[in-house]
C-alpha cells in the first residue's frame, strides 16, 4: 500500500488499483422515484456542510494527484446545483484526468448540455427506466418526461462522446417496456444500460431484484447482439454490440453477478464524507477535515488510510438491512 503524497497509483489491501471517483455535488433531487427517495424525505444534508466547489476541486485534485484519472460528478441531481458546470471546467483543467463524465436525470439538462460539454464533460449517463409517460410519472412521482426527452436531444445535438440510458430493473419492470427503450437507445445512438435494483435504505429494499444477465440474454438475441469485452470503460458494465461493432447494451449486476473483485471506485459526498463501498458504512471525513484547516499532506493520508480500509466486498445479498443511507445520500 502507497505511504507518501508522492505515489502515483492508490492500490488497496486487496490489490485493486482506485481509479475512478465519483463526485455527488448534491444529495438533493427533483425526482422522487419510488426505489431512490420516499416521497417525503426531508433528511439531506444542511447546505452549510455541502462543500464548496473550489473544496471540492481541492480535494479531487488531491485524488488526481495520487493517480485518480476518471471523475464522474453525480447526485442527486447534480444540476439543480447552481455552478457545476464551473466545477466541471475546474475539473477538466486538473493534469492527469483522462475521463470527465456526469451522472443526471436529464430533466435539466436541454439548458446545461452546451455548457457542459464546453467545461470539458465528455460523456453522460442519464436516468431513464420507461418511455412511457404514465410510466415514468408513477416511478418519479414527477409528471416530466418530455423534459427528460428534450434534454437527451441537446445532448446529442451538442455532441458529447457517449450518452449511456440508465434503466433500473426490478421484479416490477416489464420487459418489454426496456425492448421499447432498446429501441430508442440503438435509433439515437445512445448505449442502453440495465442495472438490478440494489436494497439501498428502506426505499430500495422494497424491490426485489431481477437476474439481469437472463433478461439481457434474452434482448441480445431478439437485436442480433454479440457480447464484448471492448467497450468496458471505467464502470462494471459488461456490453453487447451490433453486428457492425456498435456498443448498443450494457448490464451491471450487482446482486446477481457482483464485481467486487475488480472494484476501482470510491465516492465522494456532497459533506465531504469519502464512502469506499456502496454496500459498506466504512466512511473518511474529508470535508469536515479540510474544514478544520488540514494541510493537502494531512488529507492525503487520510485518504491512503481510507483505500486501505477499503472493504474486499459489498453484503448486499447476505446483509441488505444493513446500508440505512439512500442511493441519493452516498452519490450513483
Same mark, same amino acid.
Given at each position: 500500500?502507497?505511504?507518501?503524497?508522492?505515489?502515483?497509483?492508490?492500490?488497496?489491501?486487496?490489490?485493486?488499483?482506485?481509479?475512478?471517483?465519483? !463526485?455527488?455535488?448534491?444529495?438533493?433531487?427533483?425526482?422522487?422515484?419510488?426505489?431512490?427517495?420516499?416521497?417525503?424525505?426531508?433528511?439531506? %444534508?444542511?447546505?452549510?456542510?455541502?462543500?464548496?466547489?473550489?473544496?471540492?476541486?481541492?480535494?479531487?485534485?488531491?485524488?488526481?494527484?495520487?493517480?485518480?484519472?476518471?471523475?464522474?460528478?453525480?447526485?442527486?441531481?447534480?444540476?439543480?446545483?447552481?455552478?457545476?458546470?464551473?466545477?466541471?471546467? $475546474? !475539473?477538466?483543467? *486538473?493534469?492527469?484526468?483522462?475521463?470527465?463524465?456526469?451522472?443526471?436525470?436529464?430533466?435539466?439538462?436541454?439548458?446545461?448540455?452546451?455548457?457542459?460539454?464546453?467545461?470539458?464533460?465528455?460523456?453522460?449517463?442519464?436516468?431513464?427506466?420507461?418511455?412511457?409517460?404514465?410510466?415514468?410519472?408513477?416511478?418519479?412521482?414527477?409528471?416530466?418526461?418530455?423534459?427528460?426527452?428534450?434534454?437527451?436531444?441537446?445532448?446529442?445535438?451538442?455532441?458529447?462522446?457517449?450518452?449511456?440510458?440508465?434503466?433500473?430493473?426490478?421484479?416490477?419492470?416489464?420487459?418489454?417496456? !426496456?425492448?421499447?427503450?432498446?429501441?430508442?437507445? $440503438?435509433?439515437?445512438?445512445?448505449?442502453?444500460?440495465?442495472? %438490478?435494483?440494489?436494497?439501498?435504505?428502506?426505499?430500495?429494499?422494497?424491490?426485489?431484484?431481477?437476474?439481469?444477465?437472463? $433478461?439481457?440474454?434474452?434482448?441480445?438475441?431478439?437485436?442480433? *447482439?454479440?457480447?464484448?469485452?471492448?467497450?468496458?470503460?471505467?464502470?462494471?458494465?459488461?456490453?453487447?454490440?451490433?453486428?457492425?461493432?456498435?456498443?448498443?447494451?450494457?448490464?451491471?449486476?450487482? $446482486?446477481?453477478?457482483?464485481?467486487?473483485?475488480?472494484?476501482?471506485?470510491?465516492?465522494?459526498?456532497?459533506?465531504?464524507?469519502?464512502?469506499?463501498?456502496?454496500?459498506?458504512?466504512?466512511?473518511?471525513? *474529508?470535508?469536515?477535515?479540510?474544514?478544520?484547516?488540514?494541510?493537502?499532506?494531512?488529507?492525503?493520508?487520510?485518504?491512503?488510510?481510507?483505500?486501505?480500509?477499503?472493504?474486499?466486498?459489498?453484503?448486499?445479498?447476505?446483509?441488505? %438491512?444493513?446500508?440505512?443511507?439512500?442511493?441519493?445520500?452516498?452519490?450513483?
Amino acid at each position: 500500500m502507497p505511504v507518501s503524497g508522492e505515489s502515483k497509483a492508490l492500490i488497496d489491501s486487496f490489490n485493486r488499483r482506485i481509479d475512478y471517483l465519483r !463526485v455527488s455535488v448534491t444529495d438533493r433531487c427533483d425526482l422522487r422515484c419510488q426505489y431512490c427517495l420516499p416521497e417525503g424525505f426531508k433528511d439531506f %444534508e444542511e447546505p452549510a456542510n455541502w462543500m464548496t466547489h473550489p473544496e471540492m476541486a481541492r480535494i479531487i485534485g488531491l485524488f488526481v494527484g495520487l493517480g485518480v484519472q476518471k471523475i464522474r460528478l453525480t447526485g442527486g441531481e447534480p444540476l439543480t446545483r447552481r455552478g457545476v458546470s464551473e466545477l466541471a471546467a $475546474m !475539473v477538466s483543467a *486538473l493534469p492527469g484526468v483522462t475521463d470527465l463524465a456526469m451522472s443526471t436525470n436529464g430533466t435539466r439538462l436541454a439548458r446545461h448540455a452546451a455548457d457542459l460539454r464546453q467545461a470539458g464533460v465528455r460523456r453522460l449517463n442519464v436516468s431513464l427506466d420507461t418511455l412511457d409517460a404514465a410510466t415514468f410519472k408513477e416511478i418519479t412521482r414527477r409528471d416530466c418526461l418530455p423534459d427528460v426527452l428534450e434534454g437527451l436531444d441537446t445532448a446529442h445535438k451538442v455532441g458529447f462522446d457517449s450518452i449511456k440510458i440508465n434503466c433500473v430493473v426490478h421484479h416490477k419492470t416489464h420487459e418489454e417496456d !426496456v425492448a421499447r427503450l432498446l429501441d430508442f437507445t $440503438m435509433e439515437k445512438g445512445f448505449i442502453l444500460r440495465l442495472i %438490478e435494483t440494489m436494497p439501498m435504505g428502506a426505499s430500495g429494499r422494497q424491490y426485489k431484484h431481477v437476474d439481469l444477465n437472463e $433478461m439481457g440474454g434474452r434482448l441480445a438475441t431478439r437485436y442480433g *447482439l454479440v457480447p464484448t469485452v471492448e467497450y468496458r470503460g471505467p464502470g462494471p458494465a459488461r456490453y453487447w454490440v451490433t453486428h457492425d461493432n456498435i456498443p448498443a447494451l450494457g448490464l451491471i449486476t450487482p $446482486m446477481s453477478q457482483h464485481f467486487c473483485a475488480t472494484c476501482n471506485r470510491v465516492r465522494l459526498s456532497v459533506d465531504g464524507t469519502l464512502y469506499l463501498c456502496l454496500g459498506q458504512e466504512n466512511s473518511v471525513a *474529508l470535508g469536515p477535515a479540510l474544514r478544520a484547516g488540514a494541510s493537502d499532506a494531512e488529507l492525503r493520508n487520510l485518504i491512503l488510510a481510507g483505500i486501505a480500509a477499503k472493504p474486499e466486498r459489498h453484503e448486499f445479498t447476505t446483509a441488505p %438491512e444493513r446500508i440505512i443511507r439512500v442511493m441519493a445520500k452516498t452519490g450513483g
